[in-house]
């Protein structure tokens, strides 16, 4: 099984930053990809950024410019530095992976989510 850990949200002034974290942990062989979702209330999950484990990255045009997406792959690690936020960003932010696990009947991948970290940015 594995686990996605989030940390880093929270209240912060349109203009200003934060830097969200996300640690997988379980029976890990590989994560070839991992990102950050972001959900506000009435609206779709959407796409913010992804990083692939030899470094390529994807960013929203919404975001680009303003955030930053990185990953440690030795500590299966994803970090989320955000920017010159505004209101518009204020989501429920999750942590998404795809990862390689040895499963009971051989190598397997699945999709993982974490539970949410709240961002709310005041204008």
């Known amino acids: 099984q594995v686990q996605l850990m989030e940390s880093g949200g929270g209240l912060v002034e349109a203009g200003g930053s934060l830097r969200l974290s996300c640690a997988a942990s379980?029976?890990?062989?590989?994560?070839?990809?991992m990102g950050w979702n972001r959900q506000s209330p009435g609206k779709q999950r959407e796409l913010v950024a992804t990083?692939?484990?030899?470094?390529?990255?994807i960013l929203a045009d919404s975001v680009k410019g303003r955030f930053t997406i990185s990953r440690d792959n030795a500590k299966n690690t994803v970090h989320l530095q955000m920017n010159s936020l505004k209101p518009d960003d204020t989501a429920v932010y999750y942590c998404?992976?795809?990862?390689?696990?040895?499963?009971?009947?051989?190598?397997?991948?699945?999709?993982?989510w974490g539970q949410g970290t709240q961002v709310t940015v005041s204008s």
């Open positions: 998404a992976a795809q990862v390689v696990s040895r499963g009971s009947f051989g190598i397997r991948s699945d999709n993982y």
């Open positions: 379980g029976s890990i062989l590989s994560i070839p990809s």
């Open positions: 990083v692939t484990s030899s470094g390529n990255t």
